[in-house]
């Protein structure tokens, strides 16, 4: 049974480790993410941005497949199933539908409309038990055709929104979304440090996980990070696990074409790569 994001999240701040969002694209990630999670005794997000929604033909479908999976794989780690970088209304769409958790990207508009439409949204997550992310600050890079450089956020603003009784909280500290370009500054850890200093227990969230050096990502944890999310990274190994497998020329050895054989490379790909990013961010055990 899906679950909000609150508790495993409430945990992994005071525990000083962070849960993982890790983007679905289709069955194959949905499966490795929860099967590793299982393996793992792990918590896990798993994040469906709009994009990803409409190919996999809409948030009831996803909804229906991961609660489906749930139950058919016998899954008994806390899963909440997220919506990222969602607009207003995707939002309600999502909560519409059986997401447990959902993320008003409010970021791109002024202050003051971000916090109203924000606190529209806390009240009806509020009523139907789900977890709500708000952010403060554009993350850099593209995300659905929103580009951003990679702003900091204002700490005082990013108090504002916490104030109104989100569940967790996205602030840009310099990290961006896809790959890192070569003459990528870091992180700012001075303004994550000031944004935790404003909103003391609330779990923040990273976004844009894949590239970020594993000691930047600690370090993030120990200044409050919670939630680090995680999709490109598991996009790059799945597509060199398959080049791989077609080069080598396999799908063309006895029924190698058959697409379950043909992707069980890519899907071994992605469960590797969320298991070495849930060691890394403290949460195996923690289930």
């Known amino acids: 049974m899906l679950v909000s994001a609150k508790e495993m999240l409430t945990k992994a701040k005071a525990g000083k480790y962070a849960v993982g969002q890790f983007n679905i694209n289709n069955m194959e990630w949905a499966k490795a ?7 793992m005794n792990s918590p896990v997000i798993l994040g469906v941005s709009e994009g990803a929604g409409k190919y996999m033909c809409g948030y009831k479908t996803i909804v229906g497949m991961v609660n489906g999976m749930l139950e058919e794989l016998n899954i008994t780690v806390p899963v909440a199933l997220h919506l990222d970088h969602g607009s207003y209304e995707a939002c309600y769409k999502c909560i519409d539908a059986g997401f447990s958790s959902v993320m008003f990207d409010g970021s791109h508009y002024p202050i003051d409309e971000n916090v109203a439409k924000t606190k529209e949204l806390v009240k009806v997550c509020a009523e139907k038990g789900l977890s709500l992310e ?9 995300e659905d055709g929103v580009v951003g450089t990679g702003e900091c956020a204002d700490p005082d603003e990013c108090k504002m929104v916490a104030d109104l009784g989100v569940t967790m909280l996205a602030a840009g500290i310099g990290n961006i979304h896809g790959k890192y370009p070569e003459n990528w500054a870091g992180l700012s850890f001075e303004t994550l440090d000031a944004i935790q200093q404003q909103t003391g227990d609330m779990p923040l969230v990273l ?4 590239g970020i050096p594993s000691d930047m990502i600690q370090k993030a944890i120990s200044l409050g990070v919670a939630k ?3 999709n490109t990274e598991c996009q790059l190994s799945f ?3 398959t080049r791989q497998y077609v080069e080598a020329g396999k799908d063309l050895q006895g029924k190698g074409f058959d697409p379950r054989k043909l992707l069980a490379p890519g899907f071994e790909a992605i469960k590797a790569t969320v298991k070495e990013k849930m060691e890394l961010f403290g949460s195996v055990n923690k289930a």
């Open 228 to 230: 680090i999310n995680v």
């Open 207 to 210: 976004h844009g996980g894949t």
């Open 239 to 241: 597509a060199a696990a």
């Open 33 to 39: 993410i929860l099967l590793t999670a299982q393996e």
């Open 134 to 142: 708000a952010e403060v600050g554009a993350i850099g890079g593209e």
